[in-house]
């Protein structure tokens, strides 16, 4: 017997996980072991106070949109097991189940030929095809032909869903559809070295009839990569080659002619090189026969290389000619004879592998990498150049996704959007400007299957299009980033230091300091801005990808807005260029307001400022800038459209000699909610609710600005404003009216009297200061949108070149811009 | 789905995302040492439970949703630690030095803070067996060791942990070894 402290079967008792055996054992055992019996309570001890203690680490939840997600692929989970011809994943093999009457046992669909278990069917029963959507009526078609089932599908009972004939399946992973076609396809052996040409021909023939990407397993994306590569310029990776494989074959017989296929016309000498070669000789051999198989020809180009001669040498690069266009590159026995023909032809070959620190291939220079490794040899200059300027461009990405902390969280980022159903198939080009991640889009969708299903001369048009509108884009996401930036930092050096901001791109969003079990965002927080090119893509966005998910209602008057749900700013563009430039900043602000709220609780996800005069005063005074042609900042505070329309209603009350409507600042400070200061105008302002909403953002602006400048510029109440912003980043909902407690606290106002007094000091900056505003004169309109002098298009900077130009508007450190992109 | 109305499938998802959500970020983020990438985790978790056939993995539904979340957690940490050339070594998250400006609020605190300090796989063992309540055949499963090695890890554990918090069997008087943390 172990001494107590050394059993685990002790613990293992006092934790109840013995068998009711052992139990009894250790049972006998304690009531005459004290100690014994010591340990097992000293154990159940430990376990009450860990299970007491974890509690302590909360019970923290999914983001809403994650849980949504979630819920959203088990409606849809539910949707697809429901539907016909889409296989459980998990449904095990089995035989069968075959109905009676004449149904057939199997049935292919009209329309991509894959093939279902039908035989649970009604005839005349109508089921959806999993694989193209195809609705198909069972029993109406022809019956499934051919073709080696390794596995089908049992249907469930009922007969609600079918199978898709020629499935595997397997332990832990279940049916997966594949065209019957390609399956055989790839299923067929390849030919052993040697094969007679006329065979590894029809072969050939046969493979080009399969419409689906033939020379490799990888998913669509590749092929979709590939042709994003023709649009951008790079054709060259797919036309040649593949449609070289497209033309009849060509049949080389003796001296260079073509002829006609003879097999069988007698033993063909042994083609080996011999010391007293002669051209005559070799020519002779090469004639005996009219094909030649890999490894003759093989032997050929060696002899007609040996002999050296200028005519030689010609046959020698006709035969190694022969060798490119007929040899199979998946056979490894027939690489070296390849590999010695592309090199009699001149080629150079290309052979790069993709860094393991890269996981995310959907960049146009990797993709372009990858076309370029399936190509292999090249005989063209030029492209080998553009695919070794590619490969410069993957070696220094990857060098600095190694080395770049925050380059390489955004490239993640970017990646896990190139993934995201609601975003994926727009026209989009993003561009880094740490912390930002901003994408700018069009409604355009751009959907790989349906353009892959597109001849390709429409195809590639279209993708140049494309292409070319992501470009145009390039100054306009470089003026963003350096926007969203100029905030960021503009935010930080105001606020920052009282409000103990950290920069959110730190290790763990600046807050290492948490507990373990709090700490998050190891590498940094990006924010993501999602920028429509214009109202209708925008609307689009919202009314029609949105339309289910209760994202699109309340926006129909909205110029932007920043969502608390996913933490991204969404904007369009437009024509009012001060508006834009306006709006831009005042959604960040919310962002940044959000952000660091979450930074200060502990990454806790609700959004606790409420809809008082804070929220959309403070967006409007910083979102109040004026921007020089070279896109520089400078934060003024004064908000013109609410002042114009301040003014406005100021010159009405005077002129009708009435009352402006002005909230009372206790009063004012008080509202936690649009609903409270509208209810307020119409029953103490006797204003339309309306109206009383538009005048409490006029005084929103107006107190925020009055707090951070008054009197002119000075700031008299700046001090106290920080400290009230730091208690807003830390709001505590459990205090009532929190927002108007910490006014009251921040501005010493105790009593009845301190109120009025701030009330009257601010009255005297509302009705009277403001009235004398030159509006028109407070600041330079900002530049033209496509006029930027000195602009340099980053996807003109060489990220492999340390002296390309650097690109306008890209920051400095982690900052620079990867250039517009998809 | 054999056997589950197709309405049925969506509402146990529903259910189990409710019972496990917690429970799975805590366990996933505490092998990332990152909140936020333990939400992906968990949602991929979650995603990959609703293609599954619900009667195949019911009966094991704890052991299943704690091995794909540790799966796939142990594969975001490898791929973190060879992109994060030169970020804080992840092994820090798990510290047992606690930083000297944060006090020690409570007891919580200090229990938490000697589970830190045990070994990883003590530490997961433990944790799996008191703050998820699984058995030790499903621990097992999840670790992918035998219930032997778990009760072993489990054994080693607590007692590490009895030695840090101070909790002697009341028949031994010596102070524990290592004495308080």
Same mark, same amino acid.
């Given at each position: 017997?172990? @001494?107590?402290? %050394?059993?685990?079967?002790?613990?293992?008792?006092?934790?109840?996980?013995?068998? @009711?055996?052992?139990?009894?054992?250790?049972?006998?055992?304690?009531?005459?072991?004290?100690?014994?019996?010591?340990?097992?309570?000293?154990?159940?001890?430990?376990?009450?106070?860990?299970?007491?203690?974890?509690?302590?680490?909360?019970?923290?939840?999914?983001?809403?949109?994650?849980?949504?997600?979630?819920?959203?692929?088990?409606?849809?989970?539910?949707?697809?097991?429901?539907?016909?011809?889409?296989?459980?994943?998990?449904?095990?093999?089995?035989?069968?189940?075959?109905?009676?009457?004449?149904?057939?046992?199997?049935?292919?669909?009209?329309?991509?030929?894959?093939?279902?278990?039908?035989?649970?069917?009604?005839?005349?029963?109508?089921?959806?095809?999993?694989?193209?959507?195809?609705?198909?009526?069972?029993? &109406?078609?022809?019956?499934?032909?051919?073709?080696?089932?390794?596995?089908?599908?049992?249907?469930?009972?009922?007969?609600?869903?079918?199978?898709?004939?020629?499935?595997?399946?397997?332990?832990?992973?279940?049916?997966?559809?594949?065209?019957?076609?390609?399956?055989?396809?790839?299923?067929?052996?390849?030919?052993?070295?040697?094969?007679?040409?006329?065979?590894?021909?029809?072969?050939?023939?046969?493979?080009?009839?399969?419409?689906?990407?033939?020379?490799?397993?990888?998913?669509?994306?590749?092929?979709? @990569?590939?042709?994003?590569?023709?649009?951008?310029?790079? &054709?060259?990776?797919?036309?040649?080659?593949?449609?070289?494989? #497209?033309?009849?074959?060509?049949?080389?017989?003796?001296?260079?002619?073509?002829?006609?296929?003879?097999?069988?016309?007698?033993?063909?000498?042994?083609?080996?090189?011999?010391?007293?070669?002669?051209?005559?000789?070799?020519?002779?051999?090469?004639?005996?026969?009219?094909?030649?198989?890999?490894?003759?020809?093989?032997?050929?180009?060696?002899?007609?290389?040996?002999?050296?001669?200028?005519?030689?040498?010609?046959?020698?690069?006709?035969?190694?000619?022969?060798?490119?266009?007929?040899?199979?590159?998946?056979?490894?026995?027939?690489?070296?004879?390849?590999?010695?023909?592309?090199?009699?032809?001149?080629?150079?070959?290309?052979?790069?592998?993709?860094?393991?620190?890269?996981? =995310? =291939?959907?960049?146009?220079?990797?993709?372009?990498?990858?076309?370029?490794?399936?190509?292999?040899?090249?005989?063209?200059?030029?492209?080998?150049?553009?695919?070794?300027?590619?490969?410069?461009?993957?070696?220094?990405?990857?060098?600095?996704?190694?080395? %770049?902390?925050?380059?390489?969280?955004?490239?993640?980022?970017?990646?896990?959007?190139?993934?995201?159903?609601?975003?994926?198939?727009?026209?989009?080009?993003?561009?880094?400007?740490?912390?930002?991640?901003?994408?700018?889009?069009?409604?355009?969708?751009?959907?790989?299957?349906?353009?892959?299903?597109?001849?390709?001369?429409?195809?590639?048009?279209?993708?140049?299009?494309?292409?070319?509108?992501?470009?145009?884009?390039?100054?306009?996401?470089?003026?963003?980033?350096?926007?969203?930036?100029?905030?960021?930092?503009?935010?930080?050096?105001?606020?920052?230091?009282?409000?103990?901001?950290?920069?959110?791109?730190?290790?763990?969003?600046?807050?290492?300091?948490?507990?373990?079990?709090?700490?998050?965002?190891?590498?940094?927080?990006?924010?993501?801005?999602?920028?429509?090119?214009?109202?209708?893509?925008?609307?689009?966005?919202?009314?029609?990808?949105?339309?289910?998910?209760?994202?699109?209602?309340?926006?129909?008057?909205? @110029?932007?807005?920043?969502?608390?749900?996913?933490?991204?700013?969404?904007?369009? $563009?437009?024509?009012?260029?001060?508006?834009?430039?306006?709006?831009?900043?005042?959604?960040?602000?919310?962002?940044?307001?959000?952000?660091?709220?979450?930074?200060?609780?502990?990454?806790?996800?609700?959004?606790?400022?409420?809809?008082?005069?804070?929220?959309?005063?403070?967006?409007?005074?910083?979102?109040?800038?004026?921007? $020089?042609?070279?896109? #520089?900042?400078?934060?003024?505070?004064?908000?013109?459209?609410?002042?114009?329309?301040?003014?406005?209603?100021?010159?009405?009350?005077?002129?009708?000699?009435?009352?402006?409507?002005?909230?009372?600042?206790?009063?004012?400070?008080?509202?936690?909610?649009?609903?409270?200061?509208?209810?307020?105008?119409?029953?103490?302002?006797?204003?339309?609710?309306?109206?009383?909403?538009?005048?409490?953002?006029?005084?929103?602006?107006?107190?925020?600005?009055?707090?951070?400048?008054?009197?002119?510029?000075?700031?008299?109440?700046?001090?106290?404003?920080?400290?009230?912003?730091?208690?807003?980043? #830390?709001? $505590?909902?459990?205090?009532?009216?929190?927002?108007?407690?910490?006014?009251?606290?921040?501005?010493?106002?105790?009593?009845?009297?301190?109120?009025?007094?701030? $009330?009257?000091?601010?009255?005297?900056?509302?009705?009277?200061?403001?009235?004398?505003?030159?509006?028109?004169?407070?600041?330079?309109?900002?530049?033209?949108?496509?006029?930027?002098?000195?602009?340099? %298009?980053?996807?003109?900077?060489?990220?492999?070149?340390?002296?390309?130009?650097?690109?306008?508007?890209?920051?400095?450190?982690?900052?620079?811009?990867?250039?517009?992109?998809? | 789905?054999?056997?589950?109305?197709?309405?049925?499938?969506?509402?146990?998802?529903?259910?189990?995302?409710?019972?496990?959500?917690?429970?799975?970020?805590?366990?996933?983020?505490?092998?990332?040492?990152?909140?936020?990438?333990?939400?992906?985790?968990?949602?991929?978790?979650?995603?990959?439970?609703?293609?599954?056939?619900?009667?195949?993995?019911?009966?094991?539904?704890?052991?299943?949703?704690?091995?794909?979340?540790?799966?796939?957690?142990?594969?975001?940490?490898?791929?973190?630690? +060879?992109?994060?050339?030169? !970020?804080?070594?992840?092994?820090?998250?798990?510290?047992?030095?606690?930083?000297?400006?944060?006090?020690? +609020?409570?007891?919580?605190?200090?229990?938490?803070?000697?589970?830190?300090?045990?070994?990883?796989?003590?530490?997961?063992?433990?944790?799996?067996?008191?703050?998820?309540?699984?058995?030790?055949?499903?621990?097992?499963?999840?670790?992918?060791?035998?219930?032997?090695?778990?009760?072993?890890?489990?054994?080693?554990?607590?007692?590490?942990?009895?030695?840090?918090?101070? !909790?002697?069997?009341?028949?031994?008087?010596?102070?524990?070894?290592?004495?308080?943390?």
């Amino acid at each position: 017997v172990n @001494a107590p402290d %050394d059993d685990a079967r002790l613990t293992s008792y006092a934790l109840g996980e013995l068998s @009711a055996e052992e139990a009894e054992a250790v049972e006998r055992r304690l009531e005459g072991d004290p100690a014994a019996r010591a340990v097992v309570e000293a154990v159940r001890a430990v376990a009450a106070a860990v299970a007491e203690a974890s509690a302590e680490e909360g019970t923290p939840r999914l983001d809403a949109a994650r849980r949504d997600e979630i819920r959203r692929a088990a409606a849809a989970a539910v949707a697809s097991r429901a539907a016909p011809g889409v296989p459980s994943r998990a449904s095990p093999p089995g035989p069968a189940k075959i109905a009676g009457g004449s149904m057939p046992k199997y049935q292919a669909c009209p329309k991509c030929a894959a093939q279902f278990d039908v035989s649970a069917f009604a005839p005349g029963q109508k089921f959806t095809c999993g694989a193209c959507g195809t609705v198909v009526t069972a029993g &109406a078609g022809a019956p499934a032909v051919g073709g080696r089932v390794p596995g089908s599908v049992r249907v469930p009972a009922g007969g609600a869903a079918s199978g898709v004939r020629g499935a595997t399946s397997s332990v832990g992973q279940g049916p997966q559809y594949r065209p019957l076609e390609r399956h055989q396809s790839r299923e067929a052996a390849p030919p052993a070295a040697g094969t007679p040409r006329r065979e590894r021909r029809e072969r050939r023939a046969r493979e080009t009839d399969v419409d689906a990407p033939k020379k490799s397993n990888a998913p669509i994306l590749v092929g979709a @990569a590939a042709l994003l590569l023709v649009a951008g310029g790079a &054709a060259f990776f797919l036309l040649g080659k593949k449609d070289d494989a #497209n033309d009849a074959p060509k049949v080389v017989g003796g001296g260079g002619g073509t002829t006609p296929g003879t097999p069988g016309m007698g033993q063909a000498p042994t083609p080996e090189a011999s010391s007293g070669d002669t051209l005559q000789a070799v020519e002779d051999d090469f004639k005996q026969k009219p094909e030649h198989t890999s490894k003759e020809l093989a032997s050929f180009l060696r002899r007609y290389k040996a002999l050296g001669s200028e005519k030689a040498m010609a046959r020698a690069r006709e035969v190694a000619d022969e060798i490119v266009k007929y040899a199979d590159p998946k056979d490894s026995t027939q690489q070296a004879v390849i590999s010695e023909a592309h090199l009699t032809l001149g080629h150079v070959e290309f052979k790069k592998e993709i860094p393991e620190v890269i996981s =995310y =291939y959907n960049e146009p220079f990797i993709r372009a990498v990858q076309e370029a490794n399936a190509q292999r040899w090249f005989g063209d200059k030029e492209q080998y150049e553009l695919a070794m300027r590619a490969w410069r461009k993957t070696e220094a990405h990857a060098k600095r996704l190694e080395e %770049d902390r925050v380059y390489a969280l955004l490239t993640q980022e970017k990646a896990r959007i190139a993934r995201d159903d609601d975003f994926k198939n727009y026209n989009y080009a993003t561009h880094f400007a740490s912390p930002y991640l901003i994408f700018y889009s069009s409604e355009k969708e751009m959907s790989e299957f349906d353009l892959m299903k597109k001849p390709k001369v429409e195809r590639v048009k279209e993708l140049a299009e494309l292409e070319d509108e992501r470009r145009k884009w390039s100054m306009i996401l470089a003026e963003k980033g350096k926007i969203y930036t100029q905030l960021y930092q503009h935010f930080l050096k105001t606020y920052g230091e009282e409000c103990e901001l950290k920069d959110l791109m730190a290790p763990y969003g600046g807050r290492p300091d948490y507990p373990a079990s709090k700490r998050s965002f190891q590498d940094g927080v990006p924010l993501i801005i999602w920028i429509f090119s214009n109202r209708e893509a925008f609307d689009y966005h919202h009314k029609k990808q949105l339309k289910d998910k209760d994202q699109s209602t309340g926006l129909e008057n909205v @110029a932007g807005y920043f969502s608390p749900r996913t933490g991204w700013v969404y904007l369009y $563009d437009e024509a009012n260029r001060q508006f834009e430039v306006d709006k831009n900043v005042h959604e960040g602000t919310h962002q940044l307001e959000y952000w660091f709220q979450r930074q200060k609780r502990e990454w806790a996800t609700e959004f606790r400022v409420p809809q008082s005069f804070f929220g959309e005063g403070f967006a409007e005074y910083i979102g109040s800038v004026e921007m $020089d042609p070279d896109r #520089n900042l400078k934060f003024i505070g004064w908000n013109r459209s609410r002042l114009r329309n301040w003014q406005g209603i100021l010159k009405e009350a005077e002129t009708s000699k009435k009352k402006p409507p002005v909230y009372p600042l206790e009063e004012f400070v008080k509202f936690e909610g649009y609903h409270e200061a509208q209810a307020y105008a119409a029953s103490k302002l006797g204003v339309d609710p309306g109206y009383g909403l538009g005048v409490f953002y006029i005084q929103s602006w107006a107190l925020v600005y009055f707090l951070n400048q008054y009197p002119e510029g000075k700031g008299k109440y700046r001090v106290q404003f920080n400290r009230y912003l730091n208690d807003i980043l #830390n709001y $505590d909902e459990d205090v009532e009216r929190y927002g108007w407690e910490s006014f009251r606290k921040q501005f010493g106002l105790k009593t009845e009297a301190d109120w009025k007094a701030l $009330d009257s000091e601010f009255k005297k900056f509302y009705l009277e200061d403001l009235k004398k505003v030159n509006v028109g004169g407070l600041a330079e309109k900002p530049p033209e949108r496509d006029v930027w002098p000195g602009f340099v %298009d980053p996807e003109e900077a060489d990220p492999s070149n340390p002296e390309a130009p650097a690109a306008a508007g890209a920051p400095k450190e982690g900052d620079k811009p990867s250039g517009s992109d998809r | 789905m054999r056997g589950h109305a197709p309405e049925d499938h969506a509402e146990w998802i529903c259910r189990v995302l409710e019972r496990f959500e917690a429970p799975l970020l805590l366990y996933a983020g505490r092998i990332l040492g990152d909140a936020h990438r333990a939400q992906d985790v968990v949602q991929e978790v979650f995603l990959s439970l609703c293609r599954e056939d619900r009667s195949q993995v019911e009966p094991r539904l704890a052991p299943w949703l704690y091995t794909v979340a540790r799966n796939r957690a142990l594969n975001e940490r490898r791929r973190d630690r +060879r992109e994060a050339v030169g !970020v804080e070594p992840q092994a820090a998250v798990a510290s047992s030095d606690p930083a000297p400006q944060v006090e020690m +609020r409570d007891a919580a605190v200090h229990v938490l803070r000697a589970l830190d300090a045990l070994p990883e796989e003590q530490q997961e063992a433990v944790r799996l067996k008191f703050q998820h309540g699984l058995r030790y055949r499903d621990i097992a499963d999840v670790m992918r060791v035998t219930p032997g090695n778990v009760a072993v890890l489990v054994h080693r554990g607590v007692g590490a942990l009895r030695a840090r918090l101070g !909790v002697a069997p009341r028949a031994h008087a010596p102070a524990p070894e290592g004495g308080t943390a």
